[in-house]
């Protein structure tokens, strides 16, 4: 679609502008109540994630049957990194805005922040920035991949960038799969009497979830933000059995999608410790599913993703993280690629204040 040239331009085009503009953003808005919060009385992180999770599904959907093509709802594929900013309290409102930033062919990239509101002082800070991407599928047909109507770029180098993140997302996708493998055994309820504190199988833990029909799309696969709400719970009994204190969600790695997890399968999430810094953990967690009884197809990996935690004490103030203790040279090596991914994370976020600092 082309813009009309600057001559042509008057209500038209002014209403043309509009009606872009609400196809390819949106924002929502919800008072974050008692149920939403944490022990320490912050937002749940899984609920954040869920939050953002709904807006982008909300905006990519909707921009996916703006064009002639056959009706799709657009599935969560992958998360960027995603960084908790700020805390967010109970009574306050959460305004969560979604843009799409660039589509391919068969996929959209959502760009989601996060703003939380204090409706009796007017305050407002920014708690969560998000990059998520989704593939439209299908509703006749969930195994075709429908194609995406293109959206329109104000500059030329923002196409060119947009496309340089999806070819960069597409082959960290790639690679995550190939080494996904790895297999985590379900512990429900340990014996940690048996199992010295700190150590990867102590805080070791497992979640195991039958996948009912409010957990899933019009399509009957699982929303990505339920999956991701269950990871962040999983990951943080790690991080408080790991610490035994407070712990808030810091950060959360690339969460890559891998296959879709239908109406009634039994999906078990797991998650163990990987890495500490002085005051950060990482966990990994992993989803498995099980597919409903009467299907052929035996247990698969669904969704990956690393956690970053932070321990707090009382009054917030963040706590030293007991180091981990590796037993096994599997253990040794996770442990050595975890402190890898956590300075290569340093060296980026210094990098960013310090070009900050010069402008």
């Given at each position: 679609?082309?813009?009309?040239?600057?001559?042509q331009r008057g209500r038209s085009a002014c209403f043309w502008?509009?009606?872009?503009?609400?196809?390819?953003?949106?924002?929502?808005?919800?008072?974050?109540?008692?149920?939403?919060?944490?022990?320490?009385?912050?937002?749940?992180?899984?609920?954040?994630?869920?939050?953002?999770?709904?807006?982008?599904?909300?905006?990519?959907?909707?921009?996916?049957?703006?064009?002639?093509?056959?009706?799709?709802?657009?599935?969560?594929?992958?998360?960027?990194?995603?960084?908790?900013?700020?805390?967010?309290?109970?009574?306050?409102?959460?305004?969560?805005?979604?843009?799409?930033?660039?589509?391919?062919?068969?996929?959209?990239?959502?760009?989601?922040?996060?703003?939380?509101?204090?409706?009796?002082?007017?305050?407002?800070?920014?708690?969560?920035?998000?990059?998520?991407?989704?593939?439209?599928?299908?509703?006749?047909?969930?195994?075709?991949?429908?194609?995406?109507?293109?959206?329109?770029?104000?500059?030329?180098?923002?196409?060119?960038?947009?496309?340089?993140?999806?070819?960069?997302?597409?082959?960290?996708?790639?690679?995550?799969?190939?080494?996904?493998?790895?297999?985590?055994?379900?512990?429900?309820?340990?014996?940690?009497?048996?199992?010295?504190?700190?150590?990867?199988?102590?805080?070791?833990?497992?979640?195991?979830?039958?996948?009912?029909?409010?957990?899933?799309?019009?399509?009957?696969?699982?929303?990505?933000?339920?999956?991701?709400?269950?990871?962040?719970?999983?990951?943080?009994?790690?991080?408080?059995?790991?610490?035994?204190?407070?712990?808030?969600?810091?950060?959360?790695?690339?969460?890559?999608?891998?296959?879709?997890?239908?109406?009634?399968?039994?999906?078990?999430?797991?998650?163990?410790?990987?890495?500490?810094?002085?005051?950060?953990?990482?966990?990994?967690?992993?989803?498995?599913?099980?597919p409903f009884v009467d299907e052929p197809q035996e247990r698969?990996?669904?969704?990956?993703?690393?956690?970053?935690?932070?321990?707090?004490?009382?009054?917030?103030?963040?706590?030293?993280?007991?180091?981990?203790?590796?037993?096994?040279?599997?253990?040794?090596?996770?442990?050595?690629?975890?402190?890898?991914?956590?300075?290569?994370?340093?060296?980026?976020?210094?990098?960013?204040?310090?070009?900050?600092?010069?402008?």
């Amino acid at each position: 679609m082309r813009l009309p040239a600057a001559g042509q331009r008057g209500r038209s085009a002014c209403f043309w502008d509009r009606e872009h503009r609400r196809s390819v953003s949106t924002s929502t808005w919800r008072i974050m109540r008692p149920d939403d919060a944490n022990i320490a009385g912050n937002v749940h992180g899984g609920t954040v994630l869920k939050m953002i999770e709904e807006a982008g599904a909300i905006i990519s959907t909707r921009h996916c049957n703006s064009g002639q093509g056959e009706p799709c709802v657009a599935a969560l594929a992958r998360v960027e990194r995603t960084d908790f900013l700020s805390p967010m309290c109970i009574g306050e409102v959460a305004n969560v805005s979604a843009e799409i930033t660039y589509t391919s062919k068969h996929s959209v990239e959502v760009q989601v922040n996060v703003m939380s509101e204090n409706i009796l002082t007017g305050a407002k800070k920014v708690t969560n920035k998000a990059t998520l991407w989704y593939v439209p599928l299908s509703l006749k047909n969930v195994n075709k991949v429908v194609e995406v109507p293109p959206i329109q770029y104000v500059h030329k180098e923002q196409e060119d960038e947009g496309r340089k993140r999806y070819e960069e997302q597409k082959l960290d996708r790639l690679e995550t799969k190939q080494r996904n493998g790895d297999v985590i055994l379900p512990v429900i309820n340990p014996d940690r009497q048996t199992k010295e504190p700190h150590t990867v199988g102590y805080s070791q833990s497992s979640l195991i979830h039958l996948v009912g029909p409010s957990d899933c799309t019009l399509l009957g696969f699982v929303h990505g933000g339920v999956t991701m709400k269950l990871m962040d719970e999983v990951a943080g009994i790690v991080a408080a059995r790991h610490c035994k204190t407070n712990i808030v969600t810091a950060s959360v790695d690339a969460i890559n999608f891998h296959e879709k997890i239908k109406k009634g399968s039994v999906i078990t999430i797991s998650g163990r410790m990987t890495f500490t810094s002085n005051k950060s953990m990482e966990i990994e967690v992993f989803v498995d599913a099980d597919p409903f009884v009467d299907e052929p197809q035996e247990r698969y990996r669904a969704v990956s993703a690393f956690f970053t935690y932070v321990s707090l004490s009382k009054e917030g103030k963040p706590l030293p993280v007991p180091q981990l203790l590796t037993e096994s040279e599997e253990e040794k090596r996770r442990f050595e690629e975890g402190k890898g991914r956590y300075l290569q994370t340093k060296a980026k976020r210094q990098a960013q204040l310090q070009q900050a600092a010069q402008h």
